[in-house]
Every structure is written in structure tokens, then in C-alpha cells.
């Protein structure tokens, strides 16, 4: 039968490797989860104000994090002030980052681009239902910042996405960033070298054996074991042209005007990369 849901918590993050090179550092354990880490994290957070409204805009929030990390949740994405300054109906989502998000291995089993499914579920779910919440589902803006950006730009250029929102906000992030795709043979590469580092059979030619070895590991040991030998702002399992999310690299996409064609907000920061040289600097 069906019961009400009392959704008055925030939900589990997902499972990710969490920052202690600053130890107790605010200004990097404020990116850190905020919540339980779960491989049960697919889940979305909605704030409306008081009192509810008809047919508001709607905004959907997708979080940044270099595809390795990030949630919904943290603190600097309360939406408070966004829902009762302007009168929108906010939207989050959680999404499966790192390897349990991005592994591909060119199989019907690991396809890639897994995360990013999960934001075409949740941007499919506030089209059917966000006008319950007193949202106008013909009005949502998507945005994003960092991977997140990444992530929103590449919904404009899928065909699979590019027809579940209205307009687009990029913060920090665009689908032509360097880090923001590899290529399908270097993700498959990546992934041996996962698979070899947790103690997995890693034939290149039999996958089958590894896929079973990598099911059977903790969702903890695989994200802490993808970190190998990769250069700033490289980050290890990210968005493959898979040919079904994406058909195309996006720089063709552009060339062929092949997007969707609204309203966008585009922006960055100076030297933002610096962030990361931070973690590169060795005594």
C-alpha cells in the first residue's frame, strides 16, 4: 500500500574518497559528505516556499566535484535564500560519482556515463512530477557548477536529455574542458589499472573474470584505489562518448550545431584552477 513520506532528512551522499590531505582544513572539509556515504544514495531534495506556489520556476541543481566526489547535501548549496528570495521551487540531486558512477569497460554490464543516467532520471522525474510541488515543469532551468557544468552542458548537447529542461546555467564548466571526457580506450585502460590495483584479474581480452572480481569489492576500496598516476585536473572516471548518451565528442556537436538551442548563463573564475596545484605541490 502507499504511505507518506516524512522527507524531512537529508539523504545518504554517494560513495566517494573523502579529502584528508588538509586534515581538518574548513576550507577543504566543507566540500567533503556531509551525510552517510551509501551506494544507496540515488535520491532527490526539494525546498519550496511558503506559502506553496502555482506554477513557479523551477531550478535543479547538479553538484560539482570532478565526477569523483560531491553531493547535494553540503552546506554551501542550502537553498534557503534561492527559494525565499526568489520564489522558486529548488531541486537537487545525488549522482553516482567515481568509478561506481563512471566505470566503462564497453559491455552491455559496465556501458559508462552510469552518473550521468542518473541525472536523466531525476531531470525525467521533476518533469512528471515536480508540478505537484507547485513547479512549473515547462520552466526548469538546470544548473551546475565545475562537473556539474560539465554534466549540464552535456544534457544540451544529448539527445536523451536535451528535452527535459529549459534553459541552462554553466558555473565554472562546459563539455569542452580537457578534463571533462576521455576516450573510450583510455577510460577501459583506466579500469584495468583499477581492477589490478584492488587484486583483480586484469586481462584485457577476458573481462569477464574482472567484472566478477570488481563486483565483489567494497564500494570504499574501489574509490580509493583509482588515484594513480594522473596529472592536475585529471580526474579518473569521467563522461565517454558511449553512443548512446553522447554520439558524438562535443566540439563536433558545436561545429554541427548539433544542441539545444535556449538561453544560457555562462561563467568562471580567474586562475581557478590553482585549487588543485595545491594538491600537487610536494614538499
Not at 36 to 51: F, H, S, W
Not at 219 to 235: H, P, Q, S
Request: charged share 15%; glycine share 8%; aromatic share 10%.
Amino acid at each position: 500500500g502507499e504511505e507518506v513520506l516524512n522527507a524531512t532528512t537529508l539523504p545518504h551522499s554517494c560513495v566517494q574518497i573523502v579529502d584528508t590531505v588538509f586534515g581538518d582544513f574548513p576550507g577543504a572539509m566543507m566540500w567533503n559528505p556531509n551525510t552517510d556515504m551509501q551506494e544507496d544514495c540515488l535520491y532527490i531534495n526539494i525546498v519550496t516556499p511558503r506559502p506553496r506556489p502555482k506554477n513557479a520556476a523551477v531550478m535543479l541543481w547538479v553538484f560539482g566535484g570532478g565526477f569523483y566526489s560531491g553531493t547535494a547535501t553540503l552546506d554551501v548549496y542550502d537553498p534557503k535564500i534561492l527559494v525565499s528570495e526568489e520564489k522558486v521551487v529548488y531541486v537537487s540531486m545525488q549522482y553516482r560519482v567515481a568509478s561506481l558512477g563512471f566505470l566503462f569497460f564497453d559491455t552491455a554490464d559496465v556501458p559508462g556515463n552510469s552518473g550521468l543516467f542518473d541525472q536523466i532520471m531525476a531531470l525525467q522525474w521533476v518533469k512528471d512530477n515536480i508540478a505537484y510541488f507547485g513547479g512549473n515543469p515547462h520552466n526548469v532551468t538546470l544548473f551546475g557548477e565545475s562537473a556539474g557544468a560539465v554534466s549540464v552542458s552535456l544534457h544540451l548537447l544529448s539527445p536523451l536529455s536535451r528535452n527535459l529542461f529549459s534553459q541552462a546555467i554553466m558555473q565554472s564548466g562546459a563539455a569542452t574542458a580537457p578534463w571533462a571526457i576521455i576516450s573510450r580506450e583510455e577510460s577501459i585502460l583506466r579500469g584495468i589499472r583499477l581492477a589490478e590495483a584492488v587484486h583483480c584479474p586484469h586481462s584485457r581480452t577476458d573481462m569477464g573474470p574482472m567484472i566478477e572480481c570488481l563486483r565483489k569489492k567494497s564500494a570504499d576500496e574501489l574509490v580509493n584505489n583509482e588515484w594513480g598516476t594522473l596529472g592536475i585536473c585529471e580526474f579518473p572516471f569521467v563522461p565517454i562518448i558511449d553512443g548512446s548518451f553522447l554520439d558524438e565528442m562535443p566540439i563536433r556537436s558545436l561545429a554541427h550545431q548539433n544542441f539545444k538551442k535556449t538561453n544560457l548563463l555562462l561563467g568562471s573564475n580567474t586562475e581557478e584552477g590553482y585549487y588543485f596545484i595545491l594538491y600537487y605541490l610536494t614538499e
